[in-house]
């Protein structure tokens, strides 16, 4: 095995590539998915809890079968055979039916899981990110509120409900707040003891697959030395070399070489906002963060007077900045390709009781068109139309269906039409990963393709897509993938037992 202390230092030997010894596993990104994956690495192991009634019988039944095996042990395609629920991955549904039985029909039924902590499985490994632990989390205003039930938040072994009684604060509508998750996450870090494998404040620039033949002579000699949990021999030995940088507590990027038998990509999507990829978007009055708004109000560069703020998108980030700027009695013009009645529309698959605030929006739209004045203030839909331009004047060009322009003066532009994972470190930006190669990964429409049941990349052996790169976006489902990365992992560390 790796020792502790040769982890500590893998960030430190910064610019000795030729004397870092390969870990096990390297996972990039630490928001849920990336979290989860190192507390099942770090020798936490899910059983079935004995006596437990499931409500799925076929299910039970297959649980009870092999009641003394880890269910990460298990074959999770045998578990996940008929399971049903909002996601399209059979591990994703498996592992939250067991965490929170029957959760779609608002049962708070008990986990059907006992965790025991078995040390000798660990698998060494490290996770960088940018930010704190939770990820993008942190990079979300706090008071924000989660589309998802609080209780969908939490992380294995530790209920997000009970840290929030601690915290003496209850949930909103069975909702949470931003902040409240970015805390939350770094607490569970803390408490399940995984933060010696953290590495914040890390950027990586470039992941590559070598062959020992390509990397210095001492380099193969380290990798042959190591205690390797993964026994190359010196012809087909492989390692990932990943480079990037650590910002120090000064600002200086400190570079880094650290290679890795095997990697896990958990950046998530936040990244890089989507472009509409017109003229004058990259004037500075146009912004593609929320963030953008809420800066403007509290400069008192935007208010009551000014011009209307563009704000173009039909989803949930539009929404919040649409909600924002009614608070604070901007002006709005609102944007977007869909007609209001598109059963696409994400407010038309969202329960009215459990969202208030986004029926509010969605009514607007409806009732507020350029067509006919409604009872809302300060805020006019127009549906089914596009931006063309937007002028240095601030004027901004927009297209109805029927292909009539017409110009707006606006005070500042909001473009909240999504995000696209940022893959620049990969060859090829990833794109060679996808679905379709031919177009860029997209948690959507085309997602990194990857084994169901292991969440290893198809087109790279050795390399893993967790969260929304595979296509799980929201955070319950993304668990799933970590069990079948981990149960994966094990198999190759020859940890599972026979």
């Known amino acids: ?62 649980l009870e079968e092999a009641a003394d095996v880890s269910i990460l042990d298990q074959d999770l395609e045998y578990l996940s055979e008929g399971l049903e629920g909002r996601s399209n991955s059979p591990v994703a549904l498996l592992f939250d039916t067991l965490l929170r039985p029957d959760t779609d029909f608002g049962v708070s039924a008990e986990s059907v899981l006992t965790w025991r902590h078995e040390t000798d499985r660990a698998i060494p490994h490290l996770v960088l990110g940018k930010n704190p632990p939770g990820g993008a989390w942190h990079s979300i205003e706090g008071s924000m509120i989660t589309l998802s039930r609080g209780e969908w938040m939490g992380l294995p072994d530790l209920q997000f409900k009970d840290w929030l009684k601690q915290k003496k604060r209850g949930l909103r509508n069975h909702r949470a707040t931003a902040e409240d998750i970015a805390q939350y996450y ?109 800066e403007a ?47 696409g529309l994400i407010f038309n698959q969202l329960p009215k009781m459990m969202y208030p605030e986004y029926h509010k929006v969605h009514q607007m739209m409806k009732e507020q068109s350029a067509a006919c004045a409604g009872p809302y203030e300060c805020y006019v839909s127009l549906p ?10 601030k004027k901004c060009i927009l297209q109805d269906k029927n292909g009539c322009q017409k110009a707006y003066k606006i005070s500042m532009a909001l473009v909240l039409t999504g995000s696209n994972p940022s893959l620049s470190f990969l060859p090829n930006n990833g794109i060679d990963l996808a679905m379709d190669s031919d177009q860029p990964v997209n948690p959507k429409r ?53």
């Open 384 to 393: 089914e139309h596009n931006v063309l331009s937007f002028g240095k004047d």
């Open 297 to 343: 109000v509290k400069n008192n560069s935007i208010g009551i007077t000014s011009d209307p703020v563009l704000i173009v998108g039909a989803g949930l980030t539009a929404a919040d900045a649409i909600l924002f700027a009614h608070h604070c009695s901007i002006p709005v013009i609102h944007v977007f390709r869909r007609r209001v009645s598109d059963p």
């Open 1 to 62: 095995m790796l020792p502790d202390r040769e982890m500590y230092s893998a960030l430190g030997r910064h610019q000795n590539k030729s004397g870092s010894k390969p870990i096990p596993v390297l996972i990039i990104g630490n928001g849920p998915s990336g979290i989860c994956l190192s507390y099942l690495l770090s020798g936490y192991t899910p059983y079935f809890k004995r006596h437990s009634l499931h409500p799925h019988p076929i299910l039970q039944s297959k």
């Open 446 to 498: 085309n997602p990194i393709d990857i084994d169901p049941f292991t969440y290893e990349c198809t087109q790279e052996k050795g390399l893993y897509a967790l969260g929304p790169l595979a296509g799980d976006n929201f955070v319950r489902f993304v668990q799933g993938g970590a069990l079948a990365a981990a149960n994966s992992l094990l198999r190759k560390a020859n940890k599972n037992p026979p």
């Open 186 to 294: 770094q607490h569970y870090v803390t408490k399940k003891g995984l933060q010696k494998n953290f590495r914040c404040g890390t950027v990586v620039t470039s992941v590559r697959k070598m062959s020992a033949k390509s990397i210095s002579s001492h380099a193969q000699e380290d990798l042959q030395k190591t205690d390797s949990l993964w026994n190359f021999s010196e012809e087909n030995m492989e390692v990932f070399q990943v480079d990037g940088f650590v910002k120090t507590v000064t600002g200086d990027k400190e570079p880094f070489t650290v290679y890795a038998e095997n990697v896990v990509l958990a950046t998530g999507t936040y990244d890089s906002p989507t472009w509409l990829k017109v003229k004058g978007e990259n004037l500075s009055y146009v912004h593609h963060q929320l963030s953008a708004l809420e």
